[in-house]
Structure formats: C-alpha cells, structure tokens
C-alpha cells in the first residue's frame, strides 16, 4: 500500500482519537468549551452525550487502526466509509465546519486507498 495512503488513514485514525479526547475528558473544560463553542452550562448539561459521542469516535479509530495495521483494506474502506457518513450527518445537523474537519481527511484517505488498490 502506498506511503500516502497509509499516512492519510492514519491521520484519520489519530484525529478520531484526539475526538475522542476531547469529547470524553475535555467537554467541559476550556479547551473542549473553545473547540466546540459551547457555554459552561450547556456543555455540564451535554457532557454524559458527548462522552458517549466521544466513545464511537474512538470505535471508528479503532477500526481504521485494526485495518491498516492487519492490511485489511476491505476494513479500511468501511471504517472511511463510516466517518464520511458521519460528517455529512455532522455538517448537516451541527455544523458545516464538521465536514471540513472530519470528512475531507477520510475522502481524501479513501480516495488515495482506492488509487492503489
């Protein structure tokens, strides 16, 4: 598999964890208030929905590091797959910015596994 490929699944596995992170320890602390425009008090009353959120981010990396590093590309696609459905659920029930962030990178590492495969 190519060296982009690689890389670019990776970024997205790496991403999916820093979400995770971020939604699951950081919510309600400044770091997590800043990243998602969030008020102290909405992200108090959130913060068990956004842990739960944070959770399937870390699945997805999960899959996406399972994939690459057993060089299962099948897995990989279905993973990058899985996140793009999510940012277009994210940019079109949240916020645009969600599918910059999060889908443009698993477009990008699908379409550079594709080319490849």
Not at 51 to 57: P, T, V
Not at 69 to 92: H, S
């Amino acid at each position: 598999m190519s060296l982009l490929a690689c890389a670019l699944v990776l970024l997205v596995a790496l991403l999916h964890l820093y979400f995770l992170v971020l939604e699951m320890f950081f919510w309600t602390k400044p770091l997590g208030l800043k990243t998602f425009r969030n008020t102290p008090d909405k992200a108090e009353i959130t913060r068990v929905l956004a842990a739960n959120q944070g959770l399937y981010n870390g699945f997805l990396a999960a899959g996406l590091a399972w994939g690459l590093f057993t060089v299962q590309w099948n897995v990989v696609l279905f993973f990058l797959g899985c996140v793009i459905v999510a940012a277009l659920y994210g940019a079109y029930s949240v916020n645009k910015r969600i599918f910059f962030v999060q889908g443009v990178p698993a477009i990008a590492a699908m379409a550079a596994v594709l080319v490849v495969l």
